[in-house]
């Protein structure tokens, strides 16, 4: 299963426990493929770092969640530009998953979610996707 996560989700998941922990746990135990580019790498550090957010991390400490990431992740070269939603990484995210063939992007973004799926990609919270993968399983 091919899935694009997004920042707001590897966020929770690097500081806090919960589901999207559990969600890149299951990246890390190998039940999920995750998919992300460059563009997407470089938004997460610039995150990490910008004083207006609580993290605040050092170049050297994010860099090494970036590390950390990169090295669970299939990095996918983007071919397609599209011009979907208003905010530019949100395009992102759907050409990561548009050339990379995934099955879902997880976000907490409501305008992403809004969407509830693009050209054949589902859309959906971490809580939804867990429970689908749960469902399947079962």
């Known amino acids: 299963m091919r899935v694009v996560i997004d920042t ?3 966020i929770s998941a690097t500081f806090w426990t919960g589901k999207p922990k559990h969600l890149l746990n299951k990246v890390r135990q190998g039940e999920i493929s995750f998919l992300t580019s460059e ?3 470089n938004e997460l550090r610039d995150v990490l770092v910008r ?3 609580p993290f605040k991390l050092s170049n050297g400490e994010a860099e090494g969640i970036v590390t950390e990431i990169r090295n669970l992740a299939e990095i996918i ?3 397609h530009k599209l011009a979907v ?3 530019e990484m949100d395009n992102c995210l759907l050409e990561c998953a548009k050339d990379g063939k995934a099955s879902f992007v997880i976000s907490g973004d409501q305008h992403l979610l809004d ?3 693009f050209r054949g ?3 959906m919270t971490v ?3 867990l429970y689908n993968l749960k469902e399947s399983a079962g």
């Open 8 to 10: 707001n989700v590897l």
């Open 39 to 41: 563009i997407l790498l």
């Open 51 to 53: 004083e207006d957010k």
């Open 77 to 79: 070269e983007i071919k």
């Open 85 to 87: 939603c208003k905010d």
């Open 115 to 117: 969407l509830k799926s």
């Open 121 to 123: 990609v589902k859309i």
């Open 127 to 129: 809580s939804e996707f």
